[in-house]
């Protein structure tokens, strides 16, 4: 059993910047594809970013690309998004998802989900 628990969101203006942070429980945690995805209300879940397990590897959703950043820190058991240049349309909850093996960019191939964190950006 992997938990996952998010932390970094917050209130920020248009432009500005913030870092999630995701840690991860278990020993396994190299061994694990990480992605991040995001939910609007009234909305889908949708996918943001993903990296492989040796973080060689990385994916992110055409609206992210050149904003946001995915990384991971395997020795701490955490994987990261900085997400720069912050538009009203990031606005969302933002999940941790992880699944062992194959990277995904579909949310119902994760297995293991966090809690969430709320990320709002004011225009």
């Known amino acids: 059993q992997v938990q996952l628990v998010e932390s970094g969101g917050g209130l920020v203006q248009a432009g500005g910047s913030l870092r999630l942070s995701c840690r991860a429980s278990?020993?396994?945690?190299?061994?694990?594809?990480l992605g991040w995805f995001r939910q609007a209300p009234g909305k889908e879940r949708d996918f943001v970013a993903a990296?492989?397990?040796?973080?060689?590897?990385?994916y992110y959703a055409d609206s992210v690309k050149g904003r946001f950043s995915i990384s991971r820190d395997n020795a701490k058991n955490t994987v990261y998004l900085q997400m720069n240049s912050l538009k009203p349309e990031d606005t969302g909850v933002y999940y941790c998802?992880?699944?062992?093996?194959?990277?995904?960019?579909?949310?119902?191939?994760?297995?293991?989900w966090g809690q969430g964190t709320q990320v709002t950006v004011s225009s």
């Open positions: 998802a992880g699944q062992f093996g194959v990277t995904s960019t579909h949310a119902n191939e994760y297995r293991y």
């Open positions: 990296i492989s397990g040796s973080g060689s590897s990385l």
């Open positions: 278990g020993s396994m945690f190299r061994f694990y594809a």
